[in-house]
RNA sequence: GGACAGCUAGCUCAGUUGGUUAGAGCGCCUCGCUUACACCGAGGAGGUCACAGGUUCGAAUCCUGUGCUGUCCACCA
């Protein structure tokens, strides 16, 4: 027999063993069958599982469930090397231990932080088990696996074949810490307060926020329509301190309302000061080196920090008397998403992508609709991005990472080609000579990598047939773009197709109050600790229902506790349900799926109920509404399976019908709770079944019992009736009561059916007449059943003068919707006989009401 | 500046295409160890669906506007 209580850990280990040793994960050839296949959206292999990753138990839902449904199905599982990120973490970590990467140099940091990786990767892999996912590990990719690599090299030579690639120096995203360029979606903006300074330039004011910039400045810009500037046009300007004459030019760019209307243009330092020099031919001398400091500058200057220099260059400007105002001003300011430091733009060389003909092809995949989004708002906003996109830096300076397959002549002038992009270093050999080249110390961007894990993934698995384009990629919301977007553009480019046929996107996991969970303000709650508190299954539940797609869900210790309890009760009915076989000598594993007979009203009920649980489950999965079925999966087996069927089967047993119910139950619920029902499932199968991991989805059929089950809720309306006379008139929980029913339209139904009411409602003679006798409480249901419960002395009419006020003002309303013209000549036939319907129902009721109250 | 989302019971959130007197969990109140389950059972209280207009016979649901909260993008001399 089971234990009174379910306890998840012993099993969880146990049942995920079970799974791993029939190689139940791997995808079983079923060529009738459409093949189902998501990527698991690699993890970091920096840190330790946490509530991001514990979303894609959506996934592990779809998967099971099409599993079941004999799908060819695959999850694709990986670990992603996560480059910066990574590099960060483990530089953070040096930090701690006094030591930097610098004192290891890139050969002994990339092992160091390789063995780290590793470790990470195992421990990552071993949470998502325990998470109880139904990946193939067998298959697992890393980003850095040798043919990973190898496709990564096969697509840059191919864009660089296309004419795609190009090396340029550029103005870039520049951070002094992380000693890299970013991508521009890497950076994050923070409104900081700072000071816009006015500055004389001798024939003109212009106004700044960098005025430690000035010393690059190539030109003074307006805008060619300011008639304040006109005739300054192709006039000069001078350079505070350094006397340094410019000239003045006329720009689109340059807004008049903005600062003295004035624009001082600093090339290397500005991205829109980059673009104007580009147009104008100025050039772009550099006051900022790559760690920050300042270069080639008035000697007080040279070498300080940006900010450093700031203040002091203020200060010269003040004593020179050509600071003119300095005023606080609000703006943002660039920050690297990963250590926070600000970045700096400086011009560099880097490698970048051409976008265009690749964001033209994932919007039209996206506009025609080939990838659907859910939801649906997201597939304009990633249209949206796409277009404002600009050609893709994928080059960065960091150790951690995949080299980028470049070489370069040592001496440019060789007459051979400035840079070969190449697959492997003997070609490099080959063309420029054995000891005439160098490699390329630059790493690609990691969503560079990681934009082509689909197709990578599967076709060093030899599985791109079979399951290219995937089924479903199901992500976080806020790597649309970084990811996403990206993966489409080069899985359209490298295969022709699209990566993934649907985008399901979650939002992030909140805690109790709505509140991002942050380390700070510590309510950080651990996935690995909830699931060893309350069970795998219970989080499972807890991370599904209340949650819709693209929005924030929230979570607490309290909600996951609640599924614990949950669990708990279905591991409960299960337990009942043994408990009745054995009584009755029935063997579960020795009945078959037709064994069982209907025989009572409440048995044709529960089949009905059942069939229509099955096809609300299945529909509303096709659909992803995965919040709803959970929820539905839970009020069935909670509120009718256990509350009513169970409760009326003390009545009258049909072991077997229990066996098959707790079956279907476990077949529908399994891809929610996979731990709980495959543990119960060893109890209830039958002989021949195998696990439940493999079990068949059930079909659609038809019950041809919804009239009974109709009938059952006369009944049970009945018992709730006699429940809450007691209730409210007080009646201690022991005392018998004598019950007087008027049945109504329902004295065939309601008849046949006294024992349960009787030992549900606890009363203790039941009679069925026309009329009540004696001093009785009163409850008036529909179709003119009178519930009526003998009272000796007082009864409280309270409840019932309530509901009469209550019901006078409803059949008010109704009263005037009817009698409105205008409703009853346009409002469809059905609604309005239902209308009507509604207010002969509620006359009847008040009526009732009114007869009991007046006689007393 | 542009776009998007949210605003529903004390709290956290559901509510598919407009049509019963708007739902759940938790919390709260009253009872209760009745042949699985106190991780339980029975009953109950609690909402002008942010606000203002509009469309409609009918609006939480559609439209317009306002407010608050949040997210993303762009700008920030």
New binding site residues.
């Given amino acids: 027999m089971l234990d009174?209580?379910?306890n998840p850990q012993p099993t969880e280990s146990r049942i995920y063993k079970m799974w791993e040793e029939n190689r139940a994960f791997e995808p079983k050839d079923n060529p009738a069958e459409k093949p189902f296949c998501i990527i698991l959206p690699p993890p970091n292999a920096n840190g330790y599982l946490h509530l991001g990753h514990a979303m894609y138990v959506i996934e592990d839902i779809l998967v099971r469930w099409h599993r079941m449904q004999g799908h060819p199905t695959l999850w694709m599982p990986g670990t992603d090397h996560a480059g910066i990120e990574t590099q960060v973490v483990y530089e953070r970590k040096l930090e701690e231990e006094g030591r930097s990467r610098f004192d290891l140099g890139p050969d002994k940091f990339y092992d160091e932080v390789m063995r780290f990786t590793r470790a990470n990767q195992k421990n990552m892999i071993n949470q998502m088990r325990s998470m109880g996912f139904s990946a193939d590990w067998s298959k697992i990719k890393f980003t850095l696996d040798e043919d990973i690599i190898d496709i990564v090299y096969d697509t840059f030579i191919a864009l660089d074949r296309d004419g795609m690639v190009y090396r340029g120096n550029r103005v870039c995203n520049w951070c002094p810490r992380c000693q890299t360029s970013f991508a521009?979606?890497e950076i994050k903006?923070q409104e900081e307060s700072a000071f816009?300074y006015t500055l004389d330039y001798g024939s003109v004011r212009?106004?700044?926020?960098?005025p430690e910039t000035i010393f690059a400045d190539t030109a003074v810009a307006v805008n060619p329509d300011d008639k304040r500037y006109k005739t300054l046009v192709g006039k000069k300007a001078i350079v505070p301190l350094i006397q340094k004459i410019i000239p003045i030019i006329a720009d689109n760019?340059?807004?008049p309302k903005?600062?003295?209307?004035?624009?001082k243009v600093t090339p290397a330092h500005?991205?829109?000061d980059y673009e104007i020099g580009m147009r104008h031919k100025l050039p772009n001398p550099s006051v900022i080196d790559k760690e920050g400091r300042m270069i080639n500058v008035p000697d007080e200057l040279s070498g300080l920090v940006t900010s450093e220099a700031r203040t002091k260059t203020v200060d010269l400007l003040d004593k020179a008397g050509v600071l003119i105002t300095k005023e606080p001003l609000q703006?943002?300011v660039a920050h690297c998403e990963r250590c926070g430091t600000v970045i700096e733009p400086i011009p560099t060389d880097q490698w970048y992508v051409k976008v265009d003909k690749l964001k033209q092809r994932s919007k039209e995949a996206l506009e025609k609709g080939d990838i659907r989004i859910i939801p649906e708002?997201f597939t304009?906003?990633c249209i949206?991005?796409l277009d404002?996109m600009y050609d893709w830096n994928v080059s960065r300076q960091i150790w951690w990472g995949i080299r980028m397959p470049v070489y370069y002549p040592l001496e440019s002038k060789s007459g051979k080609k400035e840079y070969l992009i190449a697959k492997t270093e003997k070609e490099a050999k080959d063309y420029y000579g054995e000891k005439n080249y160098r490699v390329e110390t630059d790493t690609f961007d990691t969503w560079f990598s990681s934009s082509q894990w689909p197709h990578a993934t599967l076709a060093t698995n030899g599985m791109l047939d079979q399951f290219y384009p995937t089924s479903v990629m199901e992500t976080g919301r806020d790597i649309l773009?970084k990811w996403v977007a990206r993966m489409i553009m080069l899985g359209l480019y490298t295969m022709n197709d699209v990566p993934f046929r649907t985008v399901y996107l979650h939002g992030l996991v909140?805690d109790?109050?709505?509140q991002k969970m942050s380390k700070s303000k510590g309510n950080v709650i651990n996935p690995l600790e909830m699931t060893s508190v309350f069970g795998t299954d219970a989080l499972r539940m807890a991370l599904t229902i209340?949650?819709?797609s693209g929005?924030?869900?929230?979570l607490s210790t309290?909600?996951v506790e609640?599924y614990?309890?949950f669990?708990?009760?279905l591991w409960?009915?299960s337990?009942?349900v043994l408990?009745q076989c054995e009584e009755h000598k029935v063997v579960p594993a020795n009945v078959a799926e037709d064994d069982f007979e209907l025989l009572s009203l409440a048995d044709k009920a529960l089949f009905h109920e059942l069939l229509d649980v099955r096809v609300f489950v299945t529909q509303g999965l096709e659909q992803y509404r995965l919040?709803?079925v959970g929820?539905r999966l839970y009020d069935f087996i909670?509120d009718y399976f256990?509350?009513w069927y169970?409760?009326l089967s003390?009545?009258e047993s049909n072991p077997e019908l229990l066996v098959f119910a707790v079956r279907e139950i476990l077949v529908l619920l399994h891809p929610y709770c996979p731990f709980v029902t495959e543990e119960l499932w060893s109890h209830v199968k039958q002989k021949e079944f195998g696990m439940l991991i493999q079990q068949p989805w059930p079909a659609f059929v038809d019950s041809g019992c919804a009239n009974e089950h109709t009938e059952l809720e006369v009944v049970i309306a009945v018992i709730?009736a006699i429940?809450?006379i007691r209730?409210?008139q007080g009646v201690a929980?022991d005392k018998k009561v004598q019950v007087i029913v008027v049945p109504g339209k329902h004295a065939s139904v309601l008849k046949p059916q006294q024992d349960h009411i009787m030992r549900l409602s606890?009363s203790d003679v039941l009679e069925f007449t026309k009329k009540p006798s004696g001093d009785v409480a009163s409850l008036f249901l529909p179709d003119g059943i009178e519930v009526h419960v003998s009272m000796e002395g007082l009864v409280d009419l309270e409840g019932l003068k309530k509901e009469q006020t209550?019901?006078k003002s409803?059949v008010d309303s109704?009263g005037k919707k009817l009698s409105?013209e205008?409703?009853t000549s346009?409002?469809?036939a059905a609604?309005i006989e239902q209308e009507r319907q509604?207010l002969a129902e509620?006359e009847g009721k008040l009526k009732k009401i009114e007869e009991r109250l007046s006689t007393s």
């Fill in positions: 009174k209580a379910y521009d979606i903006y816009m212009i106004g700044t926020t960098r760019h340059v807004d903005i600062g003295t209307g004035a624009l500005d991205f829109h703006h943002s708002r304009k906003q949206d991005w404002q773009f909140r109790e109050k709505g209340g949650v819709t929005n924030d869900g929230s309290e909600k609640g614990r309890n669990i708990n009760k409960n009915a337990r009942f408990m919040s709803e929820e909670w256990c509350d169970l409760e003390k009545g709730k429940r809450k209730a409210e929980p606890r209550q019901l409803y109704l409105n205008q409703f346009r409002a469809p609604v509604k509620a």
